[in-house]
């Protein structure tokens, strides 16, 4: 069997220079994803998710560039491919799926051009319209040769979505990359739309790297999980295992800020404070002034170490095997009623 991971990502730094200085939006980021895992990439808004995507995809924005680390799909190393070949190889061993699917559909052509296109620029068969109809209904969609008609805005979001992933997925790709694929939608879709998801990866074997800002989401999907705060990962582990019992607070109080599905009138408990400013970041560790077990340890920038089998974590108090009590300031519920 071939456990090598279909992607690998080394020391990640991907850095902005803007006009307040330089931002290292992804600072040292390590990871791998193993055939047909799921991983989940998590973390508030800012803390590098979507940077570190888009380094794996070379689709870094101006001003951005990657300034340190190698990525590594299927065993290639991504970095040094020429334009042409990177563009090759990413539609065809990895498919994307963004958060807004009007952004990734172009208005103007049918459902079915659209898929042709991402077919042909990878593979010459003459089965083309099949294999279209086929991606359709493999997403659900009822009379796939009529939707492959039609254009996108005569579908519901939902749809266009479906679209999305048949197209993510039509070159049958090792890996499928997924950016808050369901924010866009209404909740009573986004359930569907993930479950989709991963019944077609688990059918093909697809290994997924999923961005999401949601608790909830991760639980329903990943195998492994990867927490993200300020550019760094600072915690790593199997989905179950970071569920009882993380080893970073963020994480927990990330953990204890998910709504109670029994209880929808309840105010969910947020994480007291903000994210830092990435222009200037705190130093020692970057939670610290979040963080309610700080002490003068944390003066000092810790590493992302193992703390359990398969699980890491950067913080010095439980790489020293203290465990993180329970205590209710580590959320805060802003409601007074
Ligand atoms: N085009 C850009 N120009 C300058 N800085 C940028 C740019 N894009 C991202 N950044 C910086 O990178 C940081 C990380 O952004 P990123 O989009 O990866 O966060 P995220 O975790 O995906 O958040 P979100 O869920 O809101 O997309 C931002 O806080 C910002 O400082």
């Known amino acids: 069997m071939n456990n090598r991971p279909v992607l690998r990502v080394e020391n990640l730094t991907t850095r902005f220079h803007t006009g307040q200085g330089a931002v290292t939006a992804v600072d040292g980021v390590s990871f791998e994803v193993a055939p047909g895992e799921t991983l989940g990439l998590v973390g508030e808004s ?28 299927n065993g ?7 334009n042409e070949e990177l563009r090759r190889r990413r539609g065809k061993e990895c498919g994307m799926v963004f958060q807004n699917p009007m952004t990734a559909l172009n208005p103007s052509f049918s459902v079915g051009w659209q898929m042709r296109e991402a077919i042909t620029a990878h593979d010459k068969r003459s089965d083309v319209d099949t294999r279209i109809h086929r991606a359709l209904a493999d997403v659900g969609m009822p009379d796939p040769q009529r939707q492959a008609a039609s254009f996108p805005h005569q579908m519901s979001g939902g749809m266009r979505q479906r679209v999305v992933i048949a197209m993510g997925m039509i070159n049958d790709p090792q890996l499928l990359i997924a950016d808050e694929p369901t924010t866009a939608l209404d909740v009573t879709i986004q359930a569907q739309v993930l479950s989709l998801m991963k019944t077609l990866t688990r059918e ?19 195998d492994r999980v990867a927490v993200m705060y300020a550019g760094e990962i600072v915690e790593e582990a199997p989905v179950d295992e970071l569920f ?9 109080g990330l953990l204890r800020s998910i709504p ?5 009138r309840q105010k969910t408990p947020t994480l007291p404070g903000s994210p830092p400013n990435m222009a200037q970041l705190p130093t020692g560790c970057r939670f610290r002034p979040r963080c309610v077990f700080a002490d003068s340890r944390c003066d000092a920038h810790p590493d992302l170490l193992a703390v359990a089998d398969r699980h890491k ?5 439980t790489q020293n095997g203290e465990l993180l009590t329970e205590t209710k300031s580590l959320t805060e519920t802003t409601d007074a009623n």
């Open 46 to 73: 800012g803390s590098g998710k979507s940077v570190t995507a888009m380094s794996v995809l070379g689709l870094v924005p101006k001003p951005g560039r990657i300034v340190r680390g190698a990525i590594e799909l």
């Open 76 to 82: 290639s190393d991504m970095l040094t491919l020429r």
């Open 204 to 222: 093909h074997g697809t290994a997924l790297l999923l961005i999401t800002h949601n608790m909830g989401v991760v639980a329903n999907m990943c």
């Open 244 to 252: 009882a019992s993380s080893r970073h607070p963020y994480t927990r």
């Open 260 to 264: 109670n599905p029994d209880r929808p």
């Open 313 to 317: 974590a950067r913080c010095w108090k």
